[in-house]
């Protein structure tokens, strides 16, 4: 008898440490994406998803944290023959998640996303460069990418194509710290002609 209570006891503190350690259910945002090396025949195209995280927790009680997170999550299947986790890093420098910025225009367009009807806020782009983009109202005070197109003079990219196919967010999902990336990567890229979108990023990786 002592011994059943003892495993209760263990199993109901693994139970609690799993529910201490499991993050938030922010929702997710399904994109699909259309990639053009500059010496490829052929475009890539690939799928992958953008997973919000949640307010990072301080112990600092004068200002409470409001940003969040995200992080991209590729999947790579077996006979693709290029590694996504290496295509979708230069990606992630034009993904928009937060909140209205300068340098936005609300429009008196909606599109739909299943049930959802979202509104549409378009992206001023700098001059000198060959882009469109705009981004869609997906929560309250919250806006994600919804469509990017663009080509580039330098770099390993010629150009790249980046679409919202589905979404689902849930109450609680905060804007990213690092959510207006789009809007800084385009002022970079107008202020230096010569530079490209940088390989760097924060993904992993499924295995199907």
């Not at 992958?48 to 112990?59: G, R």
């Not at 981004?135 to 469509?147: N, T």
Request: hydrophobic share 45%; proline share 7%.
């Amino acid at each position: 008898m002592r011994l059943r209570s003892i495993f209760a006891i263990f199993m109901l503190s693994l139970s609690l440490l799993g529910a201490a350690v499991q993050e938030p259910a922010q929702g997710e945002l399904q994109y699909r994406a259309v990639i053009r090396f500059r010496d490829a025949k052929e475009p890539v195209t690939t799928r992958f998803t953008l997973i919000p995280t949640p307010i990072a927790q301080t112990k600092n009680k004068v200002k409470k944290p409001r940003m969040g997170g995200w992080r991209l999550e590729a999947v790579q299947h077996k006979d693709d023959p290029f590694a996504q986790a290496a295509v979708l890093a230069r990606v992630e420098r034009l993904m928009y998640f937060s909140g209205p910025a300068p340098g936005l225009v609300q429009k008196p367009i909606y599109i739909r996303y299943d049930e959802k009807r979202c509104q549409v806020w378009q992206v001023n782009i700098p001059s000198g460069l060959q882009a469109y983009a705009y981004l869609v109202q997906v929560a309250p005070d919250l806006l994600a990418l919804a469509y990017f197109s663009g080509s580039f003079n330098s770099g390993d990219l010629a150009s790249v194509e980046i679409q919202l196919e589905h979404f689902r967010i849930h109450p609680g999902a905060a804007p990213a710290e690092e959510g207006t990336l789009l809007l800084s990567t385009l002022q970079r890229l107008a202020k230096a002609p010569a530079a490209s979108i940088d390989d760097t990023g924060q993904l992993t990786e499924k295995i199907e």
